[in-house]
């Protein structure tokens, strides 16, 4: 049987459900809204729950941009690829693959083995080898 929902629409709902939740508490406290104006707070002193809001979040963002850049498919399961391999597969310079990477490890998508040398995980050893699990995750993440 196939899933009710798909997982884009999971992370779609825990982004917008939780940005409400952060929204909502800066709107009725009266705090200035994040942005990159030059007067904008650094820094947001968020209660506990929004702090766990903000994670949720960017847990959710986390998946979608490793989704996004092909890093399951950069090289086959069962094998370890370098940093330096893995850029060079989904179009980036080191820099940005190894800070996107360590974000990715850190939420267990990957796993260091060696310095600046990773291997799948359980989890994206299935996005890596299913079709349908990849599919559900990318519907629609490049329109987010």
């Given amino acids: 049987m196939a899933p009710t929902s798909s997982r884009i629409l999971e992370l779609a709902s825990i982004i917008s459900e939780n940005t409400a939740k952060i929204d909502q508490y800066l ?5 200035s809204k994040p942005s990159f104006d030059i ?5 947001l ?7 766990t809001a ?6 959710a963002k986390i998946e979608l941009t ?12 069962g094998e370890k690829a370098t940093f330096a391999h893995i850029a060079e597969k989904c179009d980036l310079n080191e820099a940005d693959l190894r800070r996107l990477l360590r974000h990715a490890i850190s939420y267990r998508m990957f796993k260091e083995v ?7 995980t359980a989890l994206w050893k299935i996005m890596a080898e299913d079709a349908i699990s990849r599919d559900y995750v990318g ?6």
């Fill in 54 to 59: 903000r994670d949720l979040i960017l847990d």
């Fill in 45 to 51: 002193d968020l209660p506990p729950d929004l702090e």
């Fill in 114 to 120: 060696e310095q600046r040398v990773v291997a799948h």
């Fill in 66 to 77: 490793v989704y996004h850049y092909n890093m399951a498919l950069a090289f086959p399961v």
């Fill in 139 to 144: 519907i629609g993440s490049d329109d987010m």
């Fill in 39 to 43: 007067d904008s707070p650094v820094l």
């Fill in 27 to 31: 709107t009725s406290n009266r705090f």
